[in-house]
């Protein structure tokens, strides 16, 4: 199981990527301090935290694309996507992932998950107009809301094949979808029930429940020693 030896998992996650810990905790800081993670003044800090979470190579050549937003790279293209998410899950930007009514909301994470993740000349991923941005797209959502989007990349998704039987692949490109997104959210709340939330959030109190539960996927999928 993914919430198999937690806090060890935790405590391993935390010795390796002090690097990923330290601005992400800087982004939720200033997300609380900016109270509205929409606004124009959130956008740099989901950048710097994309950049640190290893999407650097997908967001263009240099800070000026992936920083200013008159450049029309990276930067423009993130503020017409983040406006264009805005409707479909402005109402859940104080919900916790425990709490959240996944199949309520299916809808509207999944038409989010798509416009972020979107391939063609207004895609997110600056390699090519045919390039999806799937696991950036899951960043993004989760550095707007930390305590409801779960992060899912290619350690997360081995971690949800094994424990979940979620259908993704074994290869590099292991089958993102928005519908994949959708039932990992909700593999990841029956987990944090079953564990018992209480408990779940004792882990790492100061951190948002759905990055304690992204630091566990990291763990399970990328090695063995705790699982």
């Known amino acids: 199981m993914i919430t ?19 601005v992400a905790d800087a982004v939720y800081k200033t997300r609380e301090l ?21 999407m650097s190579r997908m967001m263009g050549i240099d800070a000026k694309s992936r920083y200013d937003r008159e450049a029309g790279g990276f930067a423009t293209l993130l503020e017409k996507k983040i406006e264009a998410i805005k409707p479909y899950i402005s109402h859940l930007v104080n919900s916790r992932l425990d ?10 994470i999944k038409t989010a998950y798509i416009i972020l993740s979107s391939a063609g000349k207004d895609g997110l991923n600056q390699r090519g107009d045919n390039i999806h941005f799937h696991v950036g797209a899951t960043k993004i959502l989760h550095f707007i809301n930390p305590y409801a989007f779960i992060i899912i990349d290619s350690n997360a998704s081995r971690a949800f094949k094994k424990a979940h039987n979620v259908g993704f692949l074994n290869t590099t490109q292991p089958g993102y979808t928005g519908d994949r997104y959708v039932e990992c ?17 004792a882990i790492e109190k100061e951190t948002p429940i759905a990055r304690i539960y992204d630091k566990l996927t ?10």
């Open 4 to 22: 198999t030896n937690a806090h060890e998992k935790v405590r391993y996650f935390n010795k390796l990527g002090l690097h990923y810990n330290l």
């Open 34 to 54: 900016l109270g509205d993670p929409f606004s124009l003044e959130y956008m740099p800090y989901i950048t710097a935290g994309l950049v640190s979470f290893d």
């Open 99 to 108: 709490k959240l009514d996944i199949q309520a909301e299916k809808e509207n």
């Open 185 to 201: 959210m909700e593999c990841a709340k029956r987990d944090i029930l079953d564990y018992g939330v209480d408990d779940f959030i």
């Open 218 to 227: 990291f763990v399970t999928g990328s090695q063995n020693r705790f699982n």
